[in-house]
T-cell receptor, first 114, second 112 residues
């Protein structure tokens, strides 16, 4: 069974500082990997995805993530955060065949301080 | 193009009642999935439908059921509501169910 671990429940970062959110997954084959962002009371917005190929993927809003098979990780990064980045971030894994479901981590809440 | 739409946005029910939640996928998408997100947790998979057929089911009781219509819209039904069913119910659509899923804004259900 596939699973996702987001070890950081809450992270606080100063505006303009760099950000890295951690994600570790468990899956028997090459997974599909996703990062979604959720603002309070809202649905999920896709930031980026990895299916295959280049292990460094670029997403919207200046985010990027790197797939590291040896570490079973897919960490999300941003070089300089903005106050509008404050939200909940979810990492998810899907099967690479017949993607019947996404399995999500428990999320990391990001707080931005001035 | 319109994204995934869900109705209603908010709903209050009492224990034992029944609820129906509705979802319209992105135009051209034929697969719809439903997720339950309890406060403070990540979404949990409930169902996936593709071309009106159930393609996957998560670990939810039989009180939960769903269907997909010829226009690819979908309904999620929950019978005999429990307090623990209070959650944000998210619908996601994709073209065939094997690619990126795009989520709607959700329906927030409160069971009293």
């Amino acid at each position: 069974a596939q699973s996702v671990t987001q070890p950081d429940i809450h992270i606080t970062v100063s505006e303009g500082a760099s950000l890295e959110l951690r994600c570790n997954y468990s899956y028997g084959a090459t997974p599909y990997l996703f990062w979604y962002v959720q603002s309070p009371g809202q649905g999920l917005q896709l930031l980026l995805k990895y299916f295959s190929g280049d292990t460094l993927v670029q997403g919207i809003k200046g985010f990027e993530a790197e797939f590291k098979r040896s570490q079973s990780s897919f960490n999300l990064r941003k070089p300089s955060v903005h106050w509008s980045d404050a939200a909940e971030y979810f990492c998810a894994v899907g099967a690479n065949f017949g993607n019947e479901k996404l399995t999500f981590g428990t999320g990391t809440r990001l707080t931005i301080i001035p | 193009d319109a994204g995934v739409t869900q109705s209603p946005t908010h709903l209050i029910k009492t224990r034992g009642q029944h609820v129906t939640l509705r979802c319209s996928p992105i135009s051209g998408h034929k697969s719809v999935s439903w997720y339950q997100q309890v406060l403070g947790q990540g979404p949990q998979f409930i169902f996936q439908y593709y071309e009106k057929e159930e393609r996957g089911r998560g670990n939810f009781p039989d009180r939960f059921s769903a269907r997909q219509f010829p226009n690819y819209s979908s309904e999620l039904n929950v019978n005999a509501l429990l307090l623990g069913d209070s959650a944000l119910y998210l619908c996601a659509s994709s073209f065939k169910g094997e690619e990126t899923q795009y989520f709607g804004p959700g329906t927030r259900l409160l069971v009293l």
